[in-house]
């Protein structure tokens, strides 16, 4: 017996515990709601049915009490049963249920408006086709993005519904829009008038999972639509993430899992109504179109019911063979050479590739054509920043939707004076949170592989990017510059959506509380490095140091500066601090993202220059001292020699949570956005999501120029061969006289000798000695340029000898 069952027999006579006596009960509530609408209906006959509890008396009854025929004499008699009832008071009870419609309408229309920028004055009004319309409700929503009745030449709204297409009619009068056709037809049959040459737009909102000859449908679009049209679907939905993880062409597979009990229950209680959830008519309109943006959601306000949006474009639009050698070459770094036979190219493309260097891209574009499969999403972008990477690869979910650095925490001032940078360099950089790979962009580099294994940083890096793209400079600043913006949903649909990815829009659909929430303090307390920015914060509170902080952030000179620094110095360098957390392997990688080999180079360097014994590291004495030691040289320097109120903005971020006007990185200037918000301006730029090593292993040997690979190195095993096989992968990949760059924790970091090696000649170009800033940052012991002097495998071109030359930087 059921929990149900064992209350309802306990509260009720044994006689009528029977099912035969459940079934008398909810007769008897049932006669009870009948008796009670007749009641009210008699004694107030001028009572408006159409508002307040009859709204929803009339949904209830419509959708779970009246009977519906089965549909024996056609799909238009179902429907009709179905909506009849209820068609008056259609859009007053679905506002909470048929969630994502306004998303969907802001996607559609911010691709719009695009594509009519860039056509400029040969632009065409477009047509717009709303398949299942019903009502008419979303092309008087579409009005909140776009005037509906001056943008759209012709407006085909198509139901099979009298009920609901008469609803429509007097919506369309009441507005006095003369462009929309109301047209009561089977969607299968639906065809344009002579004249229209296809529809820019075709939409279906929560009527795709109530056509059972769905497949016919959504067939019919390819020819409905144009060859450049696009189409947006809204709809509930279940899914196991297992239906779709051999699938590259879904746009990203964020959130789409539904669980076991979720698919059971949904597609229970849907198809009580003749919805039906599923998964083939979202697998199939993935089939049938190239995927544009895709996004999972839930409607938690009635119990998550998952739902999705999917915008789409006809699937061969990205498939032509020259665009695709194209995009391939830009990715490697190849001279373009157009297939002279693409059929062929198809029929050996596995031999070739073998021989060839070829993107991940272009490999699986190659297989997806073969297979009549739409291209991975990335080829259907309006821009082709983002290289294609698979989302659930393993090496990529190890992140947990989780970017590390919500900022860049290297110098790229110094980065200038080291490498200048100039329009002729081919640059790869880490991505981390993107700033520095801004900061290179504003030189005019010919091109700049922005390359990170965590695909969450690479989100960051396309918002920033999108935002140029879009924005204006306050809205730019207060996302960026302030790190919260309560509008940013609203811009995401509507403004930054046509310039990102569908896994980078994915990403940031579902975290647009971090900009919007207002307990939060905005983007630069996010990522893994939040919890030592928040610990901070915290002791600042519990010692009432605030107002020093503040100070400190406000100061004018160096002297004010060092005067206020003693008070706060003495919380963040206690003994007791240090000892319980911040020398602890834990806060290292947890908080501030100093991995395990990182921190054992700061430990042997203070191992070395004290001239203890290497055993001695372990202990728990000697790696805390080493720590405390290492934070020491780090803060007391960058309080004594640089300007933290109006220059070094790495330091004011951390104890602000912002940036100021007068204190943020070159990125963040009205002069760059102008810049960078120019036509172009991120032509040169490739984003990659994916290990250094392999993105170095499909670029064509000798077109890098320089190198930035901020401290990673230090994360390598010391006893492995990962640093020599990136030494050598590099050597390959850059030209003679090119320039690696590379921070390191140690003074004199273990693998400088395998970049020997491996024909560099490393020079240390700065070190950080106590009491002396080598950057704004400080956070590094030395800063290197290995530059190849040499080729490997080639008959005397040994590497040459080492030059212990050393720089110092002044800030």
Request: aromatic share 12%.
């Amino acid at each position: 017996m059921s929990l149900a069952d064992s209350l309802i027999a306990g509260s009720i006579p044994s006689s009528l515990s029977s099912p035969h006596g459940y079934i008398a009960i909810a007769a008897f509530f049932v006669s009870v709601l009948i008796v009670s609408v007749l009641i009210f209906s008699s004694q107030n006959a001028k009572s408006d049915y159409n508002s307040g509890i009859w709204t929803y008396l009339k949904f209830a009854y419509a959708s779970f009490l009246k009977p519906h025929e089965k549909g024996g004499n056609g799909q238009q008699q179902a429907l009709e049963s179905f909506y009849k009832t209820q068609a008056s008071v259609y859009d007053a009870t679905r506002s909470r249920l048929l969630r994502g419609r306004e998303d969907m309408l802001g996607l559609l229309a911010a691709q719009l408006k695009l594509k009519s920028e860039k056509q400029g004055a040969k632009a065409q009004k477009p047509i717009w086709v709303d398949i299942g319309g019903g009502t008419g409700y979303n092309i008087e929503a579409m009005a909140s993005f776009l005037p509906v009745d001056s943008f759209f030449s012709r407006v085909y709204l198509v139901d099979l519904s009298p009920s609901l297409l008469e609803v429509a009619r007097k919506r369309f009068e009441r507005l006095g829009w003369k462009n929309v056709s109301v047209i009561c037809i089977d969607a299968r049959s639906f065809r344009l008038p002579k004249g229209d040459d296809g529809a820019d737009i075709v939409t279906m909102s929560y009527s795709l999972s109530m056509i059972p000859d769905y497949y016919s449908v959504v067939d019919s679009f390819t020819s409905l639509l144009k060859p450049s049209g696009i189409i947006g679907v809204c709809d509930f939905y279940v899914q196991s993430i297992v239906d779709v993880s051999s699938r590259n062409y879904t746009g990203g597979a964020f959130n789409r899992h539904v669980n076991w009990l979720g698919r059971a229950f949904w597609r229970a209680w849907f198809e009580a109504d003749r919805v039906n959830l599923e998964a083939a008519r979202r697998d199939y309109l993935e089939y049938r179109f190239g995927t544009v943006i895709s996004a999972s959601e839930r409607n938690y306000l009635l119990g998550g019911i998952p739902y999705y949006i999917f915008i789409g474009c006809q699937k061969d639009v990205a498939s032509n063979p020259s665009s695709i050698e194209q995009l391939d070459a830009s990715f490697t770094e190849s001279p373009y050479l157009s297939p002279a036979n693409h059929r062929k190219e198809i029929d050996v493309a596995i031999e070739q590739s073998e021989k060839e260097i070829r993107s991940k891209a272009y490999e699986s574009a190659v297989i997806n054509l073969s297979a009549n499969l739409p291209l991975p999403s990335s080829f259907y972008q309006n821009h082709h920043y983002r290289v294609y990477y698979n989302d659930l690869l393993p090496k990529h979910t190890q992140f947990q939707n989780e970017y590390i650095y919500a900022f860049t925490w290297e110098d790229p001032r110094v980065d200038h004076r080291l490498l200048n940078i100039g329009p002729d360099d081919v640059i790869l950089a880490i991505t981390s949170a993107g700033d520095n790979i801004l900061d290179y962009l504003q030189n005019n580099p010919r091109r700049v592989h922005a390359v990170d294994l965590n695909p969450n940083q690479n989100h960051l890096l396309e918002l920033k990017v999108a935002g140029f793209s879009a924005l204006s400079y306050g809205d730019f600043w207060k996302i960026f510059g302030e790190g919260k913006h309560e509008k940013f949903r609203e811009l995401l649909i509507s403004q930054l959506s046509p310039h990102l990815s569908s896994q980078a829009f994915q990403y940031w659909l579902e975290h647009s509380h971090v900009f919007t929430s207002a307990s939060g303090r905005g983007l630069y307390e996010t990522g893994g490095s939040r919890h030592a920015i928040k610990m901070v914060r915290y002791l600042f509170k519990v010692f009432g140091l605030e107002k020093e902080v503040k100070k400190l952030c406000e100061a004018q000179t160096l002297n004010e500066q060092r005067e206020i620094w003693p008070r706060i110095r003495g919380v963040l360098m206690s003994s007791p601090l240090h000892y319980a957390i911040v020398s602890t392997e834990w806060f290292a990688w947890k908080a501030a993202g100093v991995p395990r080999n990182q921190r054992n180079m700061i430990i042997d360097d203070y191992l070395k220059r004290n001239g203890l014994t290497h055993d001695m590291k372990t202990t728990k004495d000697v790696s805390g001292k080493a720590i405390w030691e290492y934070v020491v040289d780090t803060l007391d320097p960058v309080v004594k020699d640089t300007m933290i109120s109006n220059d070094n903005y790495f330091y004011y971020l951390c104890l602000q949570g912002r940036f100021s006007r007068r204190c943020h990185p070159t990125y963040l200037s009205p002069k760059a956005h102008a810049k960078l918000s120019s036509s172009g301006a991120f032509d040169g730029l490739r984003i990659h999501t994916d290990e250094i090593n392999e993105v170095i292993a499909r670029i064509t040997p000798g077109t890098l120029t320089i190198a930035v690979v901020m401290d990673s190195m230090d994360w390598f095993d010391p006893k492995g061969d990962a640093a020599t096989s990136q030494a050598r992968t590099f050597n390959r990949a850059l030209k003679m006289g090119g320039r690696i760059l590379l921070r390191s924790a140690s003074i004199e970091p273990w693998y400088i000798e395998n970049f020997e090696k491996s024909g560099f000649s490393p020079r240390r170009v700065g070190a950080r000695f106590p009491g002396s800033c080598i950057d704004r940052v400080n956070m590094y012991a030395s800063t290197w340029i290995c530059t190849k002097t040499a080729e490997l495998g080639r008959p005397g071109s040994g590497p040459s000898q080492r030059s212990n030359s050393v720089e110092h930087l002044e800030i």
